[in-house]
């Protein structure tokens, strides 16, 4: 398996990095990168391309302790993220190569990252002194490959079989599944993008209007790439096709973490905007923004659209995404489809919003209207009560083998 990981790092440490990053911004070379203790904190040192919400609230809890010194390595951070709040001292490297090097000359406590799965590889391939690593799953390839002997599989096995620790965000028969199929060894824990109280916004009293207006907000791929390389569930046509004055209004709020998106490629989606004139298609936010704005809406959605989608479908199925705890710290409720059974249940068991189908686009206007009937006030501040991050700052630092 080690030789594995270490061809694909090689091929990797070639790879250019993505065009839409931009000018890099954060470029001063981080301190202590040797050190395992920084001011009497144990230094973690955090691994992403795009730091998304769930590892930077993981990384926020952990500081707030006191008792952990936390550096960024990333490929690009928006300036506009405020990364300030969440660690000690923060860097984007140059290329891949960069980042191995990077790596090879480090030594902190603990490591802490993020997907994609070259951070992983990259890191059990460069440390020449072992230190702990977390290793951080959001979508296992396992389950998102109708193909089980595609290569991502076989990568994801090697790297998931050299760490220490595994925190993920799926249900317990997901996990065993994936225990059973890669033989892991390692321990585990789950740890969701749970809501923050810094992120918290109330359902905000609205102007009574016939159409009920929702959000989505979340990764887009632009549709001709979607259709070329087999994202077919990011295809929203569909979702699109059922908004107007009788039915409702929609905004897409499309997931911006590089500077330099290519706004050009979702020219299929401005041309529906022309024509559909209940449809809004919006450039991102920052984490630190986007619940206070989702919070001017009547619900959040969640669409995929797997009449098309070349995924297997047991992604959809266990699918956890951070934008379920987005839409609840904005304080609106949320549209589910029931296809996706683990978050379904979420929603039902704690009275979230309501549930469609995503075989039967059309349900969606009726699940709508029932959350519009419906005060789901109570239920939403009890849950992120309940389920609050900070909750879990004292599992993440035990994670880590700080006692």
């Known amino acids: ?26 470029t001063k070379i981080p301190e202590h990168l040797d050190k395992k203790m920084v001011n009497n904190r144990h230094h973690i040192i955090f691994i992403s391309y795009y730091p998304d919400p769930q590892f930077l609230k993981k990384a926020m809890v952990m500081k707030a302790t ?39 000359k480090s030594n902190p406590y603990s490591w802490h990252l993020a997907p994609p799965i ?37 990568i994801e096995r090697a790297v998931m079989n050299h760490v220490d620790h595994i925190v993920h965000k799926m249900p317990d028969a997901a996990w065993n599944n994936l225990i059973g199929e890669y033989g892991l060894q390692c321990g585990s824990t789950s740890i969701m993008s749970y809501p923050h109280p810094s992120f918290l916004h109330s359902n905000r009293l609205k102007a009574v209007k016939p159409t009920p207006h929702v959000a989505y907000a979340g990764g887009i791929i632009p549709y001709d790439i979607a259709v070329s390389r087999g994202h077919e569930n990011h295809i929203f046509d569909d979702l699109i096709e059922l908004t107007g004055p009788d039915t409702f209004e929609l905004s897409i709020y499309v997931n911006q973490n590089a500077r330099d998106m290519p706004w050009h490629q979702h020219g299929h989606y401005y041309d529906l905007e022309k024509s559909h004139h209940h449809f809004h298609f919006k450039q991102g936010l920052p984490y630190c923004e986007i619940s206070r704005e989702l919070s001017y809406y009547d619900a959040g959605i969640f669409f995929d659209n797997i009449l098309l989608s070349s995924y297997s479908l047991d992604h959809f199925k266990y699918n956890l995404a951070s934008k379920l705890f987005t839409y609840l710290e904005a304080g609106i409720p949320i549209v589910m489809y029931e296809e996706s059974e683990f978050m379904a249940d979420l929603v039902r068991d704690n009275n979230l919003g309501t549930i469609y189908s995503a075989r039967e686009p ?7 209207d029932e959350v519009m009937n419906n005060d789901y006030t109570q239920s939403i501040e009890t849950f992120c009560r309940e389920f609050s991050m900070e909750k879990y700052s004292q599992v993440l630092i035990a994670i880590h083998h700080i006692i």
Do not use: W
Request: one cysteine or more.
């Open 1 to 26: 398996m080690k030789t594995l990981i270490n061809d694909y790092v090689a091929d990797v440490i070639q790879r250019p990095i993505p065009d839409n990053r931009g000018t890099r911004y954060y």
């Open 66 to 104: 006191g008792r952990v010194y936390v550096t960024l390595i990333a490929g690009c951070i928006r300036e506009d993220a405020k990364i300030e709040n969440y660690f000690d001292q923060y860097y984007e490297y140059k290329s891949f190569r960069e980042l191995h090097d990077i790596v090879s």
């Open 118 to 154: 070259y951070h992983g590889a990259i890191v059990i391939n460069a440390c020449s002194k072992k230190s702990n690593i977390v290793l951080d799953v959001n979508d296992a390839a396992f389950f998102m490959a109708k193909d089980k002997h595609d290569p991502s599989i076989h």
């Open 362 to 368: 059309r349900t969606i206007i009726k699940a709508i």
